[in-house]
């Protein structure tokens, strides 16, 4: 079966720096993305890790490892604009296709 | 150019009712995804299309939801005798490829609320 857990819920405060964690158990895995989304609009990609290690992308970067099954997403220099939901999702092979398996997401509040 | 586009963004129907949602992907993308999305949860995966071929509809939750992409491009998820816990948001995506290589883009979604 596939399980990704995150936190349901954070908060942080506007300049610093915030990790989100994401664990996860599933089969065929092909790689695990984070995807940032506002309040009624579509998630929009922030990150793709397929290997272990870090990737950095300006303000966001994102850690994997695949024999933990552990990832998470850190933001720094936060603004308020990052409230949002951050959402793990797993690429599965399946089939000959690939598809993405989502977590429930964590929702983030910045405040000043 | 243009993202991926939703028909219509909110939807009221009453319990019974029959719908159907559109899902305009972007131009020449091969895969094309449905994904069902409750309130405070992350998309859960409805089915995937390739081209026209539906490989994969084992994310529909029961006989009455049904999907087509009759010409490779537009896909319509249609939802017969609609009931109260099928209210929310579907999510199109599609993708230029079938591989490892490619991201998916989302579309806004269709809120669908069942009264």
């Known amino acids: 079966g596939q399980n990704i857990d995150q936190p349901t819920e954070m908060t942080a405060t506007e300049g610093a720096i915030v990790q989100i964690n994401c664990t996860y158990q599933t089969s065929g895995f092909n790689g695990l993305f984070w995807y940032q989304q506002h309040a009624g609009e579509a998630p929009t990609f922030l990150s793709y890790n397929v290997l272990d290690g870090l990737e950095e992308k300006g303000r966001f970067s994102s850690f994997l490892s695949r024999s933990k099954g552990y990832s998470y997403l850190l933001l720094k220099e936060l603004q308020m604009k990052d409230s949002a939901s951050y959402l793990c999702?797993?690429?599965?092979?399946?089939?000959?296709?690939?598809?993405?398996?989502f977590g429930a997401g964590t929702r983030l509040a910045v405040h000043p | 150019g243009a993202g991926v586009s939703q028909s219509p963004r909110y939807k009221v129907a009453k319990r019974g009712q029959d719908v159907a949602l559109r899902c305009d992907p972007i131009?020449?993308?091969?895969?094309l995804f449905w994904y069902q999305q409750a309130l405070g949860q992350g998309p859960e995966f409805l089915t995937y299309?390739?081209?026209?071929?539906?490989?994969?509809k084992s994310g529909l939750p029961s006989d009455r939801f049904f999907a087509e992409r009759p010409e490779g491009s537009v896909s319509t998820l249609k939802i017969q005798r609609t009931q109260q816990e099928d209210s929310a948001v579907y999510l199109c995506?599609?993708?230029?490829?079938?591989?490892?290589?490619?991201?998916?883009?989302f579309g806004p979604g269709t809120r669908l609320t069942v009264t």
């Open positions: 995506a599609s993708s230029p490829g079938t591989g490892v290589a490619y991201e998916q883009y």
């Open positions: 299309f390739q081209n026209e071929a539906q490989l994969d």
């Open positions: 131009s020449g993308h091969v895969s």
């Open positions: 999702a797993v690429r599965e092979e399946s089939g000959g296709y690939n598809k993405l398996i």
